[in-house]
């Protein structure tokens, strides 16, 4: 498997990991059916483009609980 190839699968892990967390999964059930560990998807969720509201909030760290849920 190439770099690019590695890549292209992170980014699309990524976008699922933010789609399922959107449709209410929690950090764990979405790790479990992805099959990655809990901080992989922690940092997937950090990775991706925040909106600013999300940003603010997660550099205040009200979010930040909310992630470990």
Same mark, same amino acid.
């Given at each position: 498997?190439?770099?690019?190839?590695?890549?292209? +699968?992170?980014?699309?892990?990524?976008?699922?990991?933010?789609?399922?967390?959107?449709?209410? +999964? *929690?950090?764990?059930?979405?790790?479990? %059916?992805?099959?990655? *560990?809990?901080?992989?998807?922690?940092?997937?969720?950090?990775?991706?483009?925040?909106? %600013?509201?999300?940003?603010?909030?997660?550099?205040?760290?009200?979010?930040?609980?909310?992630?470990? +849920?």
């Amino acid at each position: 498997m190439t770099t690019a190839e590695i890549a292209d +699968l992170r980014t699309r892990r990524r976008a699922l990991v933010r789609r399922l967390r959107a449709d209410g +999964l *929690s950090l764990r059930e979405i790790a479990r %059916q992805v099959g990655v *560990s809990h901080p992989t998807v922690l940092a997937d969720l950090a990775a991706t483009e925040p909106d %600013q509201e999300d940003t603010h909030e997660r550099f205040n760290g009200t979010a930040a609980a909310e992630w470990r +849920l």
